[in-house]
DNA sequence: GGAAAGTTTCAATACCTTCTGAAACATCGT
DNA sequence: ACGATGTTTCAGAAGGTATTGAAACTTTCC
């Protein structure tokens, strides 16, 4: 009985606070958040200055935001016929996205974590073997190494190249629950 | 040949200064991140003074670090017989460090974004069935829903109570690589 | 009970990331 | 080739979170 129109509006600015406050959560500057959720929710091809005005952000944000977002492979430009502006447009695809997400935190933010690990360990090699407090150290990293390396086994187990198996996997784990 | 002795302190520092950019990148402070590396890659129990003193960090930021990690359920205090200081001590077990990171992350913020998004599709319920812009926009959320629920399905279920799970897993996965 | 040792809180400050706005740059149509 | 339209970059400003340092508070021991 609400008027109809203005709600669809509403529900999609609750949508983008929401998933750029999730953003900012998880290390994605609010903004790149934002555009991107709007360009989800929406599922239309929007152009920058579309952007622009209904986020009421600068065009530099803008522009930078809509850049990362490409480089992550999750918005891909769009053109329209007889009419040279770039619009972008946000995967629609929900799996497709998380893959792409999860692919690119890997590579960012885990892959040196690990590397660095790796180098820590072997800053002292020398030792091993002849003090505890050494090889302590040294089965501690191990550990932590371990719990990584299943972790990213698992991730692109599921969100790998083959991509469906999350889905199955899911499915294949509910039935256990009582 | 490297005199031995110093070298354990710089690696123990390479891997606190790691672990805290880690830290920043998924949204914890860099301290809180660097006080959890140091308690536990030194795997001793420390107390405030030392901790201050190896991070050169403020008393008032070392407590604030330290009763955030207690929380989060990944530092346990520790007592020293005929010392009545409070010492502090980082759960050893990987697996058990990263079930109470997850939990703890899934209870913060995925699920107050599940209740935002729920709240969001209700926000324009009336007008379902009737305009297709309403409806894209439902099964968009429910889209995004359904991810967030196979996931939270997923993390539940293998670092969840049982909590072997994921090892289990992960050796099951494995073989079927070439 | 009171001094000493330890712990927590909080207003002020520092720091760092994000954002703006404007200028430089690129591309297209005529 | 030139003007018009669209895009990127960047130095400076804004904003917000993390950190400090000191004061308030608590506990323990004599």
Redesign the interface.
């Known amino acids: 009985?609400?008027m109809?129109g203005g709600?669809?509006r509403?529900?999609?600015d609750?949508?983008v606070?929401?998933?750029g406050?999730?953003g900012?959560?998880?290390?994605i500057s609010r903004t790149m958040a934002e555009v991107h959720a709007l360009l989800?929710?929406t599922?239309e091809a929007l152009c920058t200055d579309d952007i622009m005005a209904r986020l009421e952000i600068s065009r530099g944000n803008a522009s930078m935001s809509l850049r990362a977002l490409l480089d992550w492979g999750i918005v891909t430009r769009a053109h329209k016929r007889g009419d040279r502006k770039e619009y972008f447009l946000a995967e629609?695809d929900?799996?497709v996205m998380?893959r792409a997400i999860l692919r690119e935190r890997l590579k960012?933010?885990?892959e040196?974590?690990m590397a660095?690990?790796h180098?820590?360990?072997d800053?002292?090699r020398?030792?091993q073997g002849?003090?505890k407090?050494?090889d302590?150290?040294h089965e501690?990293?191990d550990?932590?190494l371990?719990?990584f390396e299943?972790?990213e086994?698992?991730v692109q187990?599921?969100v790998g190249p083959a991509g469906e198996g999350?889905?199955a996997?899911?499915t294949l784990?509910?039935p256990?629950e009582p």
């Open positions: 009985m609400a109809p709600d669809l509403l529900a999609q609750r949508f606070a929401a998933w406050q999730m900012t959560a998880w290390g989800y929710i599922g629609q929900v799996w998380a960012r933010e885990v040196p974590l660095a690990m180098e820590t360990r800053m002292t020398a030792s002849r003090r407090d050494y302590d150290h501690r990293l550990e932590l371990g719990l299943v972790m086994v698992l187990r599921f999350l889905q996997a899911a784990l509910k256990d």
